[in-house]
């Protein structure tokens, strides 16, 4: 039970992470198409 919940735990961790890059590359794509808007500070 231990191994299927690792292995489950993996998944969740490698969909996770297309999810932010997607996000990250929404995210940018919206910064290059509004030149004209400055990003924020942190960013």
């Known amino acids: 039970m231990g ?3 690792a292995r489950k735990c993996r998944d969740i ?3 996770t992470e297309n999810v ?3 996000e990250l590359l ?5 910064i290059d ?3 004209n808007i400055k990003a924020g ?3």
């Open 13 to 15: 961790v490698l969909n």
């Open 3 to 5: 191994a299927f919940a």
């Open 41 to 43: 500070e942190g960013t």
């Open 20 to 22: 932010i890059a997607i």
């Open 26 to 30: 929404c995210g940018a794509q919206a």
């Open 33 to 35: 198409l509004f030149t």
